[in-house]
C-alpha cells in the first residue's frame, strides 16, 4: 500500500553560509537575507525514493533565512511559529503538495563558531511534510503536534525522530471512500480519509479565504483570467493566503484543467518570473516591491485591499450563465440579505435551504455547494455538449455547437464562449467525453437540473461502514524517559555527512585569517551586481531544469498521433529557452538531453519528433552565439552527433545538418577552442602526442561532415589547428589519409544511412551553384539524404597570423574561388538605394493577385513605401537604373500599397489614402476618412478602392469622384489583414479581436462571424469558397465562405503565422510562420489536409510565401531568400509535394521589414531597416 508522506525535511541555515545576493559568509543580520539549505531528511538521501525537488528550501522559506537577536517571546507575535503550506510542480506535470511549519531556532554551535556569530543568535527554521496527496489540514497538525513535542518542557517519550520515522514508514494512503487510517503522535490522534472516486477531486482546505479577500465581482474577474489563460499574479502578506486561493481557483474552474505555470509562493529571489510571457498563476508576498517589472498583460490580484489591476480589460462572463452565476454567489453568502423580505411557506422551500446553511459558520457543506454553484455554471453552457462529439476521433464540433447556442439564444454568437470552450476541450481529451466513458459530473449535473433535482445528489456517498486501519504507536526503548531539546534536534549523520561539514566549517573559519574581507551590499538595493545575477542564475538553474526535464520526458513520450510543435510541451521548452537573456533555459535543455543520453537512452525518435528537436537545438545555438555562449554552442554541438550516433537508422536526417547554415562555424577561435577542450578531456593521454592530436582532429571533421560544411573550407579549418599543434607534415599526410579513405568508403558523417530512405536528387540547370544543387533534395521533407545541405552558405574568410604565409597563400586560394562564384551569381542580387528611412511597406503588381487589373506587358514593378514618408517605384526590368520615381505626400510612415496598370494607392499612419498616376508620378487624389491609421489597401476594379483601417472599419471609396462610396465593413478592433474577391463580391477582414467577418458587398450585410483562433489575425487569404487565416495563437485556419464554418485547423508550427498563401493550381496551403518554418499543405483522401513538405531553409519569422503556377518564392526576416520549382510534367512532382528548392541567394546582415515575392517571374525584394532594398532575380 503506497505511503500518506513521501519526505519529512528541515531546511534552514546550513554549513555553506551565503547571502541571498550571493556573497559568501555571514555579513551580520540587519536586513541581510541568506539562503536556505536542506539540513536533515528522512528517509535518507541513499533510499532507492526518488529525491525531493532541489528548489524545495527556497521555496519554504521564500524570504530566506534571517538572523534573530531572541527566540519566541509570547509578547511578540512576530516571533510566533508559522504553519502554511505551499505546492510545487513535478516534471511530469503533478503536484507535490508541501506542508511547512517555520520557527526561530538557535543557530548551531559550530557554525556559530565558523562564521564568527554572535553567540545566543537565532536563525529562521522549518519542518516540512511532503506528500502527493493533498492533505493540508492532516499535515498541519502533525506538524504542530512534532513542534509541540520538540520545545515542550514535558518532553517525548520517544526521541523525536523516531516519532518522524514512524508516520513515513508506517502510515498508509486510506482507499478513497471505503478506509479510514487512524494513528497517533504521542498522545495526539490523527485520522485521515479520502473523498470517493467519481467526485471532485480531492482539496483537504477552506475556500472562504478567497471569498473573505474579494468580492463577488473580483472573484468572477479572476475566475475570468484564469479561463482566458492570462498571466495572473495574487499578491498578500500571508503565504498560507496566497496557497489557499490559488488552490481554491484551480478547483473551482473544474472540469477545466489549468496547465501552465502555476507556482502559488513564488521565493523573493524568483521575482524576475513575473515577467515571463507564457501564462501563468503565481502568488508574491506583498513584501517584495515589483513597481520596476513591466506588468503589461498582468492580472495583478491585491488580495489584502479587494483590488484587481490589468492593462488588458477583462470581458465579462458569457450571458445568461454569468448573471445566474453571480447571483448563486450572493445567495450563498448573503442568505439573509437576499431572502429579507419573503416569507418562507414550507420546508422545502429553496429559500429556506438557503437560510440554513447560510446560518451556520463556514464548513465543508459550504465548500461543496459553492464548487457545485460553478460546476453548474459550465453545465449550463454545455448542453447536450456530446452530441458535438465526433465518436471517432472524439472531436468536438465547436463551430456547430456555438451556432446552436447563438440560435437558442437569438443573437450572434459570443466570443467569451468561443474563447473558455477551447478550454473545455482539453476536458474531453482526457476522455471525459469519449461514448464509453461513463457519465462525468457534467453529465450527472445536466440531467439533475433536468429532473429537478438536488445538485448534491450528484456527488457519490462514502460507505456507511469505512474500514477503520489502525496503524500501531512504536514502543518506547525506555518508558519513563522523557526526551527535551532545546532546539530542533539533528539527525544522526554519516561519517562521509560528517567529514564533509566539517570541511566546509574549516574553510569558513581559515578565511577569517585573511584581512580586508569584502562587505555585503544591502539586498535592498535598487540594482544587481554581477555576482549577484549570477547568485540569481545558479538559482534558477535549479527550477528550470526540473522543468525542462520533466517537460523533454512528456514530449518524447507523445503519441504518433500528436505534432510535437503544437504540443504545450514543446511551446513551455521554446518560450524558456528564448525567455531569458542569461541563456539558462538553452543551458539547461542541452544538459537535460545531456544526461537523458548518458542514462542509457537510445535516441530514438519519431520524425515529427526529430524536427522538434532539431529547432530546439537550432534555437539553443543561434541564441548561444549572439551571448557568446561558446560552451553552450560546444555542448549543442556535441549532443547533436551523440543523437544521430546512437540511432543512425531510424533519424532519416541529422541534427547537425540543420545547424549548418548559423555562422559561428565560421570563426576558428571557436574551433580551437573545441581542440583544446577535447584534448583536455581525452582519457587516454599516454601515447604519442601526434597521435592523440590526429585523433581529435578526426572528431572535429567528422563535426565539419555533419555541418556540410564544404570540403576545402573545412579542409582549411583541420589544416590551422594542426599548424597550431604543431602536427608535423607526415601526420598532417596521415590525417588527409584518413579522411580521405573514409569518404571513399561512403562513410560520410556517421556512417551509412539505409539506402531505401534516400531519395534521388533532381537535376536542375547547369548554371546552378553547388551548394545550390546540395540544397534541392533537402527540401523535399523526409526521407532527405544524407549528402545534401538546404542551406546556403555566406562564410567570411579566417583570421590567420600576419606572419604566417602559408595561411595567408590559403586565404588567397579560397578568395579567388570565391570571387569565381561572385561573378557567377553577382547578377542575380542588386541593392535597390533611395530611402533614407526603414522601408516599411513593399507590393509587386502580380497578375496572381490582380487578375485583369495587371497591363499586358507589365514589367512587375516593385513599390516600396517607408519612414521617411515617401514611395519609390523600381522597374526590375533595366539594369543598373531601376529607379523611376519618387511619390511625395505622407506625412507618417506609409503602411499599405496597392496597385492596377494606371493607378497606385497607398496608406500610412497619418490615416490617409492617397492615389496617384502611374504616368505621371502625381497625386491624383486624397481619400480622408478613416480615424486610425492604415493598415490595407486593395484597387479593385470599376476605379474603385478598398481600405481598412486600426479604427475597425473597412471603407469603398470611389478612385473617380474621392467619395466614400460605402462603410462596407465595422469590426470592433483594428483590422490587421483583409481579402477582396471582385467576382463574388465578398470581403473578409480579421484582426486584434481574432474573429474573421465576411460582408457580402453587393448586399450591404454581415453574412458570417468566423469564431475560432485565440489572438490576433495577422495575415488572411481569399480564394474562391475558400478562406485562410493565420493567427498569433501558432494556429491558421481554413474556412468555408459558404457554408460558414472551420473545415480545418493547422497546428504544427512553434510561433505565430505570419502569411498563408492559396495554391490555386493544387488546391493546397502554405503556411510560413514566426519560428522560421514553412508547411506545405494538402488535401489527402477523404478531403482531409495534410502536412506533406516542410521547408527549413530559413532560420528567422516568415515574412511573404507567394506561389505561382510554377514558382514558389519565399522571404524571411532575416533577409534570406529562397525560390522552389515545380518540373513540368512529371509524377513525382505533382502535387504540393512536387515543390522542390532552386535555389538561395547569400544572406545579408539587414534586418528586414518586410518582402514581396513576385512568384510569376521568380523575382524576391526585400526592404530593410537601413532603407536598402535587395532584389534578386536569379537566372531562370
Not at 592530436?693 to 589547428?721: C, F, M, N, Y
Amino acid at each position: 500500500m503506497a505511503k500518506l508522506v513521501e519526505y519529512f525535511l528541515v531546511c534552514g541555515l546550513g554549513p555553506e553560509v551565503q547571502a541571498s545576493n550571493g556573497a559568501r559568509g555571514y555579513h551580520g543580520s540587519s536586513g541581510v537575507s541568506y539562503s536556505p539549505s536542506l539540513l536533515d531528511q528522512f528517509p535518507p538521501a541513499s533510499t532507492d525514493r526518488p529525491p525531493p525537488p532541489p528548489q524545495l528550501p527556497m521555496c519554504v522559506l521564500p524570504g530566506g533565512v534571517a538572523f534573530h537577536s531572541t527566540g519566541f517571546i509570547i509578547t511578540d507575535e512576530s516571533s510566533y511559529p508559522r504553519s502554511y503550506p505551499i505546492i510545487l510542480t513535478d516534471g511530469d506535470g503533478s503536484k507535490i503538495y508541501v506542508s511547512c511549519v517555520a520557527f526561530r531556532d538557535p543557530v548551531d554551535e559550530d557554525i556559530a563558531e565558523a562564521y564568527r556569530i554572535p553567540a545566543n543568535s537565532y536563525v529562521d527554521k522549518c519542518i516540512c511534510l511532503v506528500s502527493h496527496s493533498p492533505c493540508f489540514r492532516l499535515f498541519a497538525e502533525a506538524l504542530e503536534e512534532l513542534h509541540r513535542l520538540c520545545f515542550s518542557p514535558s518532553g517525548s517519550s520517544k526521541p523525536l525522530w523516531d516519532i518522524v520515522a514512524h508516520m513515513v514508514t508506517s502510515v498508509p494512503l486510506p482507499t478513497p471512500g471505503q478506509s479510514q487510517v487512524l494513528f497517533s503522535l504521542e498522545s495526539r490522534l490523527l485520522c485521515i480519509d479520502m473523498p470517493p472516486k467519481g467526485g471532485f477531486p480531492h482539496a483537504d482546505m477552506s475556500f472562504q479565504p478567497l471569498l473573505q479577500c474579494l468580492d463577488v465581482d473580483n472573484v468572477l474577474q479572476l475566475f475570468v483570467s484564469i479561463l482566458l489563460e492570462r498571466r495572473v499574479l495574487l499578491r498578500a502578506n500571508k503565504l498560507s493566503l496566497l496557497t489557499m486561493v490559488a488552490e481554491a481557483v484551480c478547483h473551482l474552474i473544474y472540469p477545466i484543467k489549468w496547465q501552465h505555470v502555476y507556482i502559488p509562493v513564488l521565493f523573493y529571489a524568483g521575482v524576475d518570473y513575473i515577467e515571463a510571457p507564457t501564462p501563468y498563476l503565481m502568488g508574491l508576498h506583498s513584501a517584495v516591491d515589483i513597481s520596476n517589472f513591466s506588468l503589461d498583460g498582468v492580472v495583478v490580484v491585491d488580495l489584502e485591499n479587494n483590488q484587481i489591476f490589468s492593462s488588458e480589460a477583462i470581458p465579462p462572463l458569457t450571458e445568461p450563465e454569468g448573471s445566474i452565476l453571480r447571483r448563486d454567489l450572493v445567495r450563498l453568502l448573503y442568505p439573509n440579505v437576499v431572502h429579507l423580505d419573503r416569507a418562507r411557506k414550507t420546508i422545502g422551500d429553496p429559500c429556506y435551504d438557503d437560510l440554513r446553511l447560510g446560518n451556520k459558520k463556514w464548513n465543508e457543506q459550504h465548500d461543496l455547494e459553492l464548487r457545485l454553484i460553478f460546476l453548474q455554471f459550465f453545465a449550463s453552457v454545455l448542453p447536450d455538449y456530446r452530441k458535438f462529439v465526433v465518436s471517432a476521433m472524439n472531436v468536438f464540433n465547436t463551430q456547430a455547437f456555438l451556432k446552436k447556442r447563438a440560435r437558442a439564444l437569438g443573437r450572434q454568437p459570443d466570443p467569451m464562449a468561443s474563447l473558455w470552450l477551447f478550454r473545455f476541450m482539453d476536458f474531453l481529451d482526457r476522455g471525459y467525453g469519449a461514448p464509453d466513458a461513463g457519465l462525468n459530473l457534467v453529465d450527472k449535473l445536466q440531467s439533475a437540473i433536468a429532473n429537478s433535482e438536488s445538485r448534491g445528489a450528484i456527488l457519490p456517498l462514502p460507505y456507511d461502514e469505512p474500514e477503520i486501519i489502525t496503524v500501531a504507536d512504536i514502543q518506547s526503548k525506555a518508558a519513563r524517559s522523557r526526551f527535551c531539546y532545546d532546539r530542533f534536534p539533528a539527525n544522526v549523520r554519516t561519517q562521509f555527512e560528517e567529514e564533509k561539514r566539517s570541511a566546509v566549517l574549516a574553510k569558513a573559519n581559515a578565511s577569517f585569517d585573511r584581512p580586508n574581507r569584502p562587505a555585503v551590499s544591502s539586498p535592498v538595493s535598487g540594482s544587481f551586481s554581477p555576482r549577484e545575477r549570477a547568485a540569481e542564475r545558479d538559482r534558477m538553474v535549479l527550477d528550470i531544469k526540473v522543468k525542462l526535464q520533466g517537460l523533454w520526458l512528456r514530449l518524447l513520450n507523445l503519441s504518433s498521433v500528436e505534432d510535437p510543435f503544437s504540443s504545450f510541451e514543446y511551446g513551455t521548452i521554446l518560450a524558456l529557452i528564448e525567455s531569458d537573456a542569461e541563456g539558462i533555459g538553452g543551458s539547461g535543455f542541452v544538459e537535460c538531453v545531456r544526461e537523458h543520453i548518458h542514462s542509457g537512452w537510445q535516441c530514438r525518435v519519431s520524425e515529427e519528433q526529430f524536427m522538434a528537436v532539431k529547432e530546439l537545438v537550432k534555437t539553443i545555438v543561434n541564441r548561444a552565439t549572439s551571448r557568446n555562449d561558446m560552451e553552450t554552442v560546444r555542448d549543442a554541438l556535441e549532443i547533436s552527433a551523440e543523437v544521430h550516433r546512437r540511432d543512425a537508422g531510424n533519424i532519416l536526417d541529422f541534427v547537425q545538418r540543420h545547424l549548418g547554415s548559423l555562422p559561428v562555424w565560421d570563426d576558428i577561435r571557436f574551433w580551437e577552442g573545441y581542440c583544446e577542450y577535447i584534448m583536455e578531456r581525452s582519457s587516454d593521454r599516454t601515447g604519442k602526442y601526434a597521435d592523440l592530436v590526429t585523433e581529435q582532429l578526426v572528431v572535429i571533421a567528422r563535426h565539419l561532415a555533419g555541418l556540410k560544411v564544404p570540403d576545402p573550407e573545412a579542409w582549411l579549418i583541420l589544416e590551422s589547428l594542426a599548424l597550431k599543434n604543431n602536427l608535423g607534415s607526415k601526420q598532417l599526410i596521415k590525417l588527409r589519409g584518413i579522411l580521405a579513405h573514409v569518404q571513399n568508403v561512403k562513410q560520410g558523417y556517421w556512417g551509412k544511412l539505409p539506402t531505401s530512405r534516400a531519395q534521388p536528387v533532381a537535376s536542375y540547370p547547369q548554371d546552378r551553384q553547388e551548394n545550390d544543387d546540395s540544397q534541392s533534395s533537402q527540401a523535399a521533407g523526409a526521407g532527405r539524404s544524407w549528402m545534401q545541405s538546404m542551406f546556403s552558405r555566406d562564410r567570411a574568410s579566417f583570421r590567420q597570423p600576419a606572419n604566417d604565409a602559408r595561411g595567408r597563400s590559403r586565404q588567397n586560394q579560397r578568395a579567388n574561388v570565391d570571387s569565381t562564384q561572385a561573378v557567377k551569381r553577382s547578377p542575380a542580387l542588386r541593392n535597390l538605394r533611395g530611402h533614407t528611412g526603414p522601408v516599411t511597406a513593399l507590393h509587386v503588381g502580380t497578375r496572381s493577385e490582380m487578375g485583369d487589373l495587371v497591363g499586358e506587358n507589365e514589367p512587375g514593378m516593385f513599390i516600396s513605401g517607408s519612414a521617411d514618408c515617401t514611395l519609390k517605384m523600381w522597374d526590375p526590368t533595366v539594369r543598373g537604373s531601376e529607379f523611376r520615381a519618387t511619390l511625395e505626400g505622407h506625412t507618417a510612415t506609409i503602411r499599405a500599397i496597392s496597385s492596377d496598370k494606371l493607378r497606385i494607392v497607398s496608406g500610412g499612419d497619418d490615416t490617409l489614402v492617397l492615389i496617384w498616376d502611374k504616368a505621371t508620378s502625381q497625386n491624383s487624389m486624397k481619400l480622408d476618412g478613416h480615424r486610425e491609421k492604415i493598415s490595407c489597401v486593395r484597387m479593385l476594379s470599376e476605379e474603385r478602392v478598398l481600405s481598412a483601417s486600426h479604427d475597425g472599419t473597412v471603407k469603398m471609396w470611389d478612385a473617380r469622384t474621392d467619395a466614400c462610396v460605402a462603410n462596407v465593413g465595422q469590426s470592433s478592433s483594428a483590422i490587421l489583414c483583409m481579402d477582396y474577391d471582385d467576382t463574388t463580391r465578398v470581403l473578409a477582414a480579421a484582426g486584434m479581436d481574432g474573429v474573421v467577418k465576411v460582408w457580402d458587398v453587393r448586399a450591404g450585410k454581415q453574412v458570417h462571424m468566423l469564431l475560432g483562433h485565440k489572438k490576433w489575425i495577422r495575415t488572411l487569404r481569399m480564394v474562391k469558397d475558400t478562406i485562410v487565416t493565420g493567427s498569433d495563437d501558432w494556429t491558421a485556419r481554413v474556412w468555408s465562405v459558404s457554408q460558414g464554418s472551420c473545415d480545418a485547423v493547422l497546428a504544427c508550427h512553434a510561433g505565430g503565422i505570419t502569411c498563408v498563401e492559396y495554391s490555386a493550381t493544387d488546391d493546397g496551403i502554405i503556411t510560413g510562420s514566426a519560428d522560421g518554418l514553412v508547411r506545405i499543405w494538402e488535401y489527402q483522401n477523404g478531403g482531409l489536409l495534410q502536412c506533406v513538405k516542410n521547408v527549413g531553409v530559413h532560420v528567422s519569422p516568415i515574412l511573404s510565401v507567394k506561389a505561382g503556377p510554377r514558382w514558389l518564392a519565399i522571404g524571411a526576416g532575416d533577409n534570406s531568400m529562397s525560390l522552389f520549382h515545380k518540373a513540368e510534367q512529371n509524377d513525382q512532382a505533382k502535387g504540393m509535394a512536387g515543390w522542390q528548392l532552386y535555389r538561395t541567394p547569400q544572406r545579408s546582415a539587414a534586418v528586414v521589414r518586410c518582402v514581396a515575392c513576385d512568384a510569376d517571374r521568380g523575382r524576391i525584394c526585400s526592404g530593410g531597416r537601413n532603407g536598402l532594398l535587395r532584389l534578386w532575380e536569379p537566372n531562370l
